[in-house]
């Protein structure tokens, strides 16, 4: 997004002020989607974590 804001800007368009907008939207919400998705792996590391930990656990016991 920001590189279509850099190209655009390059080839002498100007940007409207809604475009802009939409276009910044653009950038956060893809932002926040990388956000979530760095948070779903760190709770799949966890849980995985905890598994291999539980299983250890249970091995040491045998």
Avoid at 28 to 55: F, G, P
Wanted: charged letters at 25%; one cysteine or more; hydrophobic letters at 45%.
């Amino acid at each position: 997004t920001q590189l279509l804001i850099a190209q655009k800007e390059e080839a002498g368009i100007q940007l409207q002020a809604e475009e802009y907008d939409l276009m910044a939207a653009a950038a956060d919400l893809d932002e926040i989607e990388e956000v979530n998705a760095n948070c779903i792996l760190m709770a799949n590391l966890q849980q995985a974590s905890s598994s291999v930990e539980q299983h250890s656990a249970n091995f040491e016991e045998t």
